[in-house]
């Protein structure tokens, strides 16, 4: 049984920060790459960074050089540090991961339940 479970959303005012964490935990042998996407209400869900099991990252141009994703590869955990933060960047934050939860067992793609961030004076 494998969690990813989202923390750190909250309301904050233009230009503050948040910090976003999601755990995986369960039975987890390894992990690919983990991502992070947003969604608003009537809005596909939109990729907004990843990284890889190696520490390579991407961002969508909409965040670049204001958020930076992390990965501690020991606690399985994933952060995503949001400076400068905007009204738009107003979404329900989920993590999705692609990962093994056994020796030679094949990827599976696993997702948190979400967390709220909500920018606005």
């Known amino acids: 049984q494998v969690e990813l479970v989202e923390s750190g959303g909250g309301l904050v005012q233009p230009g503050g920060s948040l910090r976003l964490s999601c755990v995986a935990s369960?039975?987890?042998?390894?992990?690919?790459?983990i991502r992070w996407y947003r969604q608003t209400p009537g809005k596909e869900r939109e990729l907004v960074t990843a990284?890889?099991?190696?520490?390579?990252?991407n961002y969508a141009d909409s965040v670049k050089g204001r958020f930076t994703i992390s990965m501690d590869n020991a606690k399985n955990t994933v952060f995503l540090q949001m400076n400068d933060l905007k009204p738009e960047d107003t979404a329900v934050y989920y993590c999705n991961a692609d990962l093994q939860s056994r020796r030679y067992y094949p990827q599976q793609p696993y997702w948190g339940k979400g967390t709220q961030v909500t920018v606005s004076s």
């Open positions: 990284i890889t099991g190696g520490g390579s990252t």
């Open positions: 369960g039975s987890i042998f390894s992990i690919s790459a």
